[in-house]
C-alpha cells in the first residue's frame, strides 16, 4: 500500500481514511477497471497496517467475493460473508469466539428460512463486533446481483447492525452502477444513504500504475516503446491495457506493420471492447458514437460528466480514453463492426464477414476450420493441427489429405472472391493454409 507504482494505491489511500473516520464507502466501476485488485489490496496486511496507524487500533478488512455465494438470495449473502469471516480471521480470534463463529456459519448454511438465516448472522456479527479486538470492516465485491436479489429485511438487518456498532462496523461495496440506481425502490435507502456522500468512481490507472502493471507482465518483447504504445492505444484502462500488452508483448521483435490495425483484429481486446459496450445503456452508446464520429460536436455538460463518472471520457481531454475503443465505437456508428477488408469472424455470434459483407452461414465443420485459422492470423496451420481441431485427434487416422483440401475448397467458395485465385487464404506448398490479415495483391 505504501508502494507509489502499486495500482491505485492512491486511491485505496483515501477509501482507507473514510474507513478510519468510520466512514462507509461505495465503489463504483465497469468491468475490468480493477474494483476487484482494489477491494483485495484494501483486504491485505499493509491496509491494516494504514489503518492502525491513523485509527490508533486495529481493524481486519474482510475481502467478500459475492460471485462465490452458491446462490442469488439473502441466506448465500450470508453464508459467504461469515465463510469469509471464518477463512481470515480463524487463527486470529479467541478459540471460543471462532468456535462460535463456525456454529453460527453452519446454523446459516442449515437454515431452512431466510429469516433464520438471519437470526444467525447477525448473532455472529453481533458477537465479533462485541468481543473482537479491534474495527471490523466489510469489503463486498462483485456485490451487483446479491445487492439486486436481497429482500428488504436483509438491507435493514445490515443497516442495523452498522447503526448499533457505528464505531466498530463499516462496509465497502463495489457495482458497476450507483447502489441507488441498481434497485431504484425506497426501502433500501436507510442501506444506501451510508453512502451517499461517500460513492466513488472507480479511477483510471495513473501514469507510473500503468507501467508498474506492464512492468509486472513480464512479457519477453513488451519493450518501453512498445508499453508506450499500448498506452497510447488502450487508454489507463487496466482490463484492455492487459489484453494489448499480451498480444504486443509476444510479437516477433522484428515484426513490422499497423500496431493499431494488429491489435484491434485481435480477439482478447475486441472482446474487452465488447464487454464495455454490453454495459452501457442506449443513451451512454449513442453519446460515445457521436464522440467517436464527430469529435468537434460537444457533448451537453452533464451527459459529459457522466461518461467520465463511468471511466469512459477523459475529464480534461475530452476524448474516449482509449484509442481502440473509439475506433471500436466508431464502427459500431457507422453500422459495422468489421475491417473494410478482409476476413472477420465474430466467436460471440458466429458471424463471418468478408470486406464489409456478411457470408452465409458455414457448416460446423467450414466454421471450425476458419475459427482455427482466424485465431492464427498469418501462422501456417499444417494438416495434423487442422485434423485435430477440427475433427479431433481420434480421426487422425481416417481423415486423409483429400478431405482436408475439399473442406479448404467449400471454405474458399464462400469468403473468396474467386475461389481458383485465393487473397484470403492461401496455401503453403507441402506446409500447409495460413489466412491472411492483409489482403493478398493479386499478381
Request: hydrophobic letters at 40%; charged letters at 25%; a negative charge.
Amino acid at each position: 500500500m505504501t508502494q507509489v507504482n502499486q495500482p491505485f494505491s492512491n486511491f485505496a489511500r483515501q477509501i482507507l481514511h473514510d474507513l478510519t473516520a468510520g466512514r462507509s464507502t461505495s465503489i463504483v466501476g465497469l468491468s475490468n477497471t480493477g474494483k476487484s485488485t482494489l477491494m483485495r489490496g484494501l483486504s491485505g496486511p499493509q491496509a491494516e497496517k494504514q489503518y492502525m496507524a491513523e485509527r490508533h487500533r486495529p481493524g481486519r478488512l474482510i475481502y467478500v467475493d459475492c460471485n462465490q455465494a452458491v446462490a442469488i438470495s439473502a441466506q448465500a449473502f450470508y453464508e459467504i460473508v461469515l465463510r469469509s469471516l471464518l477463512e481470515r480471521l480463524g487463527e486470529l480470534i479467541p478459540r471460543e469466539l471462532a468456535s462460535k463463529l463456525r456454529d453460527h456459519h453452519q446454523a446459516v448454511t442449515e437454515a431452512e428460512t431466510s429469516f433464520a438465516a438471519s437470526l444467525s448472522f447477525n448473532l455472529a456479527l453481533t458477537e465479533l463486533c462485541e468481543q473482537m479486538n479491534g474495527d471490523l470492516c466489510l469489503l463486498f465485491d462483485e456485490f451487483d446481483e446479491i445487492y439486486a436479489a436481497l429482500d428488504d429485511r436483509a438491507l435493514l438487518n445490515l443497516r442495523a447492525l452498522r447503526d448499533r456498532f457505528m464505531n466498530r462496523l463499516t462496509y465497502v461495496t463495489a457495482t458497476i452502477r450507483s447502489l441507488p440506481n441498481i434497485r431504484g425502490r425506497s426501502i433500501e435507502g436507510e442501506f444506501a444513504e451510508l453512502f451517499s456522500h461517500t460513492t466513488y468512481p472507480m479511477p483510471f490507472l495513473e501514469m507510473d500504475e500503468a507501467k508498474y502493471l506492464l512492468k509486472m507482465l513480464d512479457l519477453p518483447h513488451l519493450t518501453t516503446e512498445r508499453q508506450k504504445a499500448c498506452i497510447e492505444m488502450a487508454g489507463l484502462h487496466p482490463g484492455l491495457l492487459i489484453a494489448v500488452a499480451q498480444f504486443v508483448g509476444k510479437l516477433a521483435e522484428d515484426w513490422v506493420g499497423d500496431l493499431l490495425r494488429a491489435v484491434s483484429r485481435e480477439p482478447q481486446p475486441r472482446a474487452e471492447c465488447l464487454k464495455i459496450w454490453g454495459q452501457l445503456t442506449e443513451d451512454e452508446q449513442s453519446a460515445l458514437v457521436t464522440m467517436a464520429i464527430d469529435q468537434s460536436e460537444g457533448l451537453p455538460a452533464q451527459l459529459h460528466d457522466h461518461l467520465v463518472g463511468l471511466g469512459l471520457v477523459y475529464k480534461k481531454e475530452r476524448k474516449i480514453f482509449s484509442e481502440i475503443f473509439a475506433e471500436f465505437v466508431a464502427r459500431r456508428g457507422r453500422g459495422s463492426d468489421i475491417e473494410a477488408e478482409g476476413v472477420y469472424l465474430d466467436a460471440d455470434s458466429g458471424d463471418v464477414w468478408v470486406s464489409g459483407v456478411r457470408i452465409p452461414v458455414l457448416t460446423d465443420l467450414e466454421f471450425r476450420l476458419l475459427k482455427l485459422l482466424y485465431e492464427r492470423r498469418d501462422k501456417i496451420t499444417d494438416k495434423y493441427r487442422i485434423v485435430t481441431a477440427v475433427w479431433g485427434e481420434s480421426y487422425l487416422g481416417e481423415v486423409d489429405d483429400a478431405r482436408v483440401e475439399k473442406l479448404v475448397s467449400r471454405l474458399r467458395s464462400k469468403i473468396e472472391p474467386d475461389p481458383a485465385n485465393p487473397i484470403y487464404l492461401v496455401t503453403q506448398r507441402g506446409r500447409g493454409y495460413k489466412l491472411l490479415s492483409e489482403v493478398r495483391k493479386k499478381s
